[in-house]
């Protein structure tokens, strides 16, 4: 038992030896995505990052909602009271929009679009959007307006003019699929960052874990910075602020709770950590939404999931950690 368990890691270090780090970015999905791996050699290198970004950028022809031509825009027109089959790719995304679109109340939903876009014109033109504008794009909103057929893979609309946005999850799911392309090529240990969404497979050879630094966008405010040593893993962080528009005293988030159709106002950064992109990436965005308590309560019920919850600002920071986050390795810094 004793010898082979040796054996086993003996190979392991052998082999992790000739290992070189490498990194890329390119830019994808309004953001860059920086990839850094661990290969024999160059060619397998570049051969591993064209296959990894190829992949990020198939993904966004398919989940993009500001590509007039995407999948997701275009099951907008055809699945309107019929069903449409799709890919597994869009069928995933939307599934998992679903299942937490349930599970918080609507806190998180991926039908968001006509207000998401409005807030985004907002943005844009520095203007709040009207009353009447708001209350007509919620009337195109609502995950249940969105049915899913899970046997024979289809997207059907309970009406026209929806728009779906996957913003609050594309890039998670994204990073896992650049990990997947990258283990397929025999790339075992890599991390894909895009911007707040990290995911990551084996630990750096020798290493115990990829160190994540997680602080509060107000990091300025939060006394240490904490690092996390993880590995086969996933973190994700949403701030309300990094995003806004200021108007009538008030800074409004492009992060937009469903029930009211309004930019949040409250200042929150959280930051997820779950064994996939796809959760902790939909989850970051969800737990802004309902908030540090309702946060906390629904990450507590989710095994394997870990949060670090910063609210407020200017003197009146809180930081709380969800039961699973203190007990994550990390080393703690000044
Ligand atoms: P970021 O894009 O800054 O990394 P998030 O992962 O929190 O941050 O995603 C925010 C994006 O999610 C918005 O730009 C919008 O496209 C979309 N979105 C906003 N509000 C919601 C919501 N309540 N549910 C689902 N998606 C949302
Ligand atoms: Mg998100």
Redesign the pocket.
Known sequence: MMSSSLLAAGIALSAAAGLQPYEAVEPHMGTLFRIKLYAANQAQAQHAFRAAFGRVAQLDAILS?YHADSELDRICRTAVRRPVKVSDDLFRVVSA?ERLSEDTGG????T?GPV?HLWREARATKQMPGKGAIAQAESRCGFRKLHIDSEHRTITLDRDSMQL?????A??YAADEALAALSRLDIHSALVAA???LAFSDAPPGQAGWKIGVDSLDSAEVPFTRVLVLANGAV?T??AS??HLDANGARYS?????KTAMGLTRAITVTIVARHGIDS??L???V??LGAKRGLALIERRPGVAALIVTGGQGKLQVIESSRFRLLPKTQTE
């Open positions: 909602d929009s806190a998180f939903d991926i968001i998401t946005d996957a913003g609050g999850i890039k998670g911007s707040g969404d994700s949403s701030g990094e995003q492009h992060i937009i709770n469903p990436d939909a970051a965005t969800a802004s939404v």
